[in-house]
């Protein structure tokens, strides 16, 4: 079986709406050997992972599964690593079950997916699971070493499991953080992590909070050193009243030794500003005890704390907010004697609870028989071959720790007030808002007015693990509390999310929608083509279409509203980089990328593209004019739907308009085109398309439809009417405001449009609006198709061009994608004339930057030139510098019969075009730039 890709998505992808991987193996011979047929695998499978029985697949019951791999001739290979890697998973303690297996289209070949937590887990798992298959493969099926390679290791199973486990407990949330991270979804609040420790965001933009393991955002700096500090704690606790035991401040041996003389044994030895239990020695009686545990507490702190020993028990008592939420009872790691087993026999049968696992990894951590449990052992005169008599207790641990073997009582519901009230002043009186207080004392549901007792520690970043699965007693939802903190009732936690997906016009629409929404007040984060933009500043240069530069926006403090463009290839990469949107829309779809990534047809780039709308929450925005969109309709489940028709006699959306839904529809007047909204029965006129500047006086079709999209989609964010229209007439298509797209420069002679078009459709509507801008001389476009389209699109783009130009330079773009130096062109070029247009008005020249330059020169005064463009950047910049050798100021070709214009949209900024004028004239200066002059002068 050979790994031929691995794929992980982040997101919601074609596979799933949380993250999965996809892992694409060939199964080669395999393929005629499905389970039930290769002799021993499938024992030897059970044997290696007997926990594969309670998988249900697809029959739907425990021990389906296994009837898939004996059943019928058995499953074949590929379904078999899916649960594999979902069960090596759930041994690390990751809560995984998803997964499912379909074949690539090739034999032999299947796409395996399956659901993963922490990215790099979800590998590992991968890979040994392909080890384990491989290794329960007879010699003549399992795979060959290549010549010369080195021999392989011996596989080991259990061992590289370990090791999984182990490297899983470095990578994966630990149990207080997933407690924190369940309790956000649980209110559907956003999470992202940040780091690969427990750094954790919740929340978007400027509602944002993070914890760190269960240190918030809102912890104070000054109470954690206060409760690192173990003398400052005791002290700052001590001079209120509450209960602590006397102790000293020590730096050498001696002074320890002198200092439990003073307090009088038995003492505790303890690191100053350690954690977890380490360094610390309970109960010492003698000098000779306290030198040695001095020693041990220099290994974690150079300052060292000699404490009085309180008798009693040891409990953990969680205030969160200044509200005790949990009180758990912690008992060292120990064993109970039978009268027959050794020490060693018996922490093995210990260990077997299946609740015992490596560090985090389950509720219950195994003991360890090392140093510390030797001394204690020694301390009684004890070794690991000591046989205990019938329930005796020997202690493996000085302190009650999970992480070192401990168990946990809650006794959340027998605390007695007065200790309540005493944690809760302890809290406060530190300054924590998650705060744990250590409490010793012999009942816990007793005062300790009354059996005394003492506070030993207060603890910033307390474990939650305790207190979520108790080893006796009701588990407690402890980090549910600490979200509410974070995020009282009513508290936004979420920034508004607008998605935008299509083949064409996302750059454009996106840019309209946070150019609206910043006029709105807002402070938006946008991600497009060329970058991210943080309240209209670019912040970062490059394509941020993806699912990293959406986390970019959302991770950002300042915004409060993120408008994300969503391209094709971020979504086959990586899926989205949120969960969810509140307003997704989708333009269209057409012949573009086809034959890339899996996607051949349509129909999947359309499965592609609808992923935006099945993950939207409040709106779904279509094309009701693409029959590949308005079939989404049925896969999202926002709570409206809202379509766009630029045909105002379109069926549907009459229907869906009576019946209250929300629309954008063109409609004609007397006074041209008119977007206008619908919206619970109301009828809103937006505006007049030639009052939209990037409309280009209403000509450029593409951009009023994009207008449409951007007006519809900030309706349904909640903008007003009014604050819509101001936004659209005051957004252009200069090169500043959205480059390379539908860019004019008309400082020249003749006319220079520039754009990025690099797909039929696009070209189309390039090619419609250049064919409504009035022109005295010839219309010329400088074309090509990026390499990596199929030889159909390629030619589809010769077509369109070829029916609406006097002239055509054809170019190759300078990424060459798999093609020969010419072999666009050439290609275009032989389609051309195939169709008909001649050969004298067709020229080839590969070079972007020599073909433009050729362009510009033989332009004449009145032409109009179409330069479809691979790097923006530059070939603007040629355009805006190129200098006319000489203007004879003859147009290339006699002028069409004068025909009235209409005016330019800083003109025409408002109302009706008369009336706003005053019966102006259009007329034209010396460089054929259109302006008003009033008749009177």
Not at 179 to 191: C, F, G, K, T
Not at 423 to 442: E, H, M, S, W, Y
Request: contains cysteine; charged residues 25%.
């Amino acid at each position: 079986m050979e790994l031929l890709e691995r794929r992980t998505y982040r997101g919601p992808s074609l596979y799933a709406h949380f993250p999965v991987m996809r892992l694409t193996v060939d199964l080669g011979v395999l393929e005629a050997w499905p389970s039930a047929k290769i002799p021993g695998f499938v024992d030897g499978l059970v044997a290696a992972l007997p926990s594969l029985r309670a998988h249900k697949c697809s029959v739907g019951v425990e021990g389906g599964f296994i009837q898939r791999l004996t059943e019928d001739g058995g499953t074949w290979l590929g379904h078999v690593l899916e649960h594999v890697a979902i069960e090596l998973q759930q041994l690390t303690g990751a809560s995984v079950v998803f997964g499912k297996t379909r074949g690539e289209g090739a034999p032999g070949r299947y796409h395996v997916v399956f659901e993963y937590e922490e990215e790099r887990v979800g590998d590992a798992a991968a890979d040994l699971a392909i080890k384990l298959i491989h290794h329960l493969l007879p010699a003549d099926l399992a795979p060959k070493a290549a010549p010369g390679d080195e021999p392989a290791a011996p596989f080991d199973f259990r061992k590289e499991l370990v090791e999984l486990i182990d490297f899983a407990q470095r990578r994966q949330l630990g149990p207080s953080t997933g407690s924190l991270v369940r309790a956000a979804e649980a209110r559907d609040i956003p999470w992202m992590r940040l780091n690969d420790y427990s750094l954790v965001q919740f929340g978007h933009g400027k509602y944002q909070k993070r914890i760190e393991a269960t240190v918030t955002s809102e912890t104070r700096h000054i109470a954690v050193s206060i409760a690192s500090d173990k003398e400052e704690t005791n002290r700052t606790l001590g001079d209120l009243g509450l209960p602590v035991p006397r102790q000293r401040l020590v730096r050498s041996a001696d002074s320890a030794v002198s200092a439990a003389g003073r307090l009088g044994y038995p003492v505790v030895v303890k690191p100053l500003d350690a954690n977890h239990g380490r360094g610390v020695s309970l109960d010492l009686k003698t000098d000779d005890e306290v030198r040695a545990a001095f020693e041990k507490a220099r290994e974690h702190a150079r300052s060292v704390v000699v404490e009085k020993y309180l008798a009693g028990f040891d409990h953990r008592m969680l205030v969160v907010g200044g509200e005790l939420v949990a009180v758990a009872k912690r008992v060292p790691g120990h064993v109970v004697g039978d009268g027959a087993h050794t020490v060693a026999q018996l922490v093995d049968l210990v260990n077997a609870d299946p609740r015992r696992g490596i560090g985090h990894e389950k509720v219950l951590t195994r003991i360890e028989l090392d140093a510390q449990a030797e001394r204690l052992m020694a301390k009684k005169g004890y070794t690991r071959e000591t046989v205990l008599a019938k329930d005796e207790v020997l202690f493996l641990r000085g302190t009650g720790n999970l992480s070192t073997g401990g168990t946990a009582i809650d006794l959340t519901d027998v605390v007695h007030p007065d200790n309540r009230d005493m944690a809760v002043r302890a809290a406060k009186a530190i300054g924590l808002d998650v705060c744990g207080v250590d409490f010793i004392t012999p009942d816990i549901s007793q005062s300790y007015r009354e059996v005394g007792g003492g506070i030993c520690e207060v603890n910033a970043a307390p474990g939650f693990r305790m207190h979520v699965a108790p080893t006796e007693g009701k588990p407690r939802d402890v980090a549910g509390p600490v979200i509410d903190m974070l995020f009282p009732k009513g508290a936004p936690s979420r920034i508004p999310i607008a998605a935008v997906t299509g083949t064409n016009g996302k750059t454009t629409t996106s840019r309209m929608l946070a150019h609206i929404q910043k006029m709105n007040g807002h402070t938006v984060g946008l991600a497009t083509t060329d970058g991210v933009y943080i309240d209209g500043e670019r912040t970062v240069v490059g394509d941020m279409t993806g699912p990293q530069s959406a986390q970019i926006v959302l991770r950002d403090p300042s915004v409060d509203l993120a408008v994300l463009e969503t391209a094709r290839g971020g979504l086959l990469r990586a899926g989205m980089g949120y969960r969810s949107c509140d307003v997704g829309a989708v333009l269209n779809v057409s012949a573009d990328h086809l034959g890339l990534q899996g996607v051949d047809t349509l129909d999947q780039l359309a499965e592609v593209k609808r992923i935006v709308i099945e993950v939207a929450r409040e709106c779904a925005v279509l094309n009701a004019d693409d029959m590949l969109c308005l079939r989404m309709a049925d896969h999202t489940k926002a709570a409206r739907i809202a379509y766009v028709t630029m045909n105002p006699r379109h069926e549907l959306v009459r229907k869906h308009i009576r019946a209250g839904g929300l629309a954008a529809v063109l409609e004609e007047g007397i006074n041209g085109h008119m977007i206008t909204l619908y919206d619970k029965g109301a009828h809103l006129p937006l505006l007049w398309t030639h009052l939209i500047p990037a409309t280009i006086e209403g000509k450029a079709m593409h951009n009023v439809q994009n207008a449409m999209f951007a007006s519809v989609m900030a309706h349904a964010m909640g903008v007003k009417t009014e604050n819509i229209r101001q936004g659209l007439r005051t957004f252009d298509t200069s090169y500043f405001q959205v480059p390379g797209r539908t860019n004019v420069y008309d400082e020249l002679p003749f006319k220079v449009v520039l754009d990025y078009g690099h797909n039929p459709a696009a070209v189309q509507a390039m090619t419609d609006f250049v064919s409504r801008l009035e022109t005295s001389g010839r219309r010329t476009c400088v074309v090509s198709a990026p390499g990596d389209r199929r030889d159909e699109d390629i030619r589809a783009i010769a077509r369109v061009v070829g029916r609406a130009f006097d002239r055509l330079i054809l170019r190759r773009d300078d990424d060459l994608r798999g093609r020969g130096p010419d072999e666009v062109p050439r290609m275009m070029e032989k389609e051309l004339l195939a169709s008909g247009f001649p050969a004298e008005r067709l020229e080839v020249i590969p070079d972007e930057q020599t073909a433009i330059d050729t362009a510009l020169r033989s332009a004449k005064r009145g032409d109009v030139l179409l330069v479809f463009a691979d790097k923006i950047s530059r070939s603007w910049k040629q355009v805006i510098y190129f200098k006319p050798e000489h203007d004879d100021k003859a147009p290339s070709a006699p002028p069409p019969a004068a025909a009235s214009a209409p005016l330019p949209p800083a003109l025409a900024s408002s109302g009706d075009l008369a009336s706003d004028l005053g019966g102006a004239q259009v007329i034209q200066d010396e460089r054929g730039v259109r302006i008003a002059r009033d008749q009177d002068d």
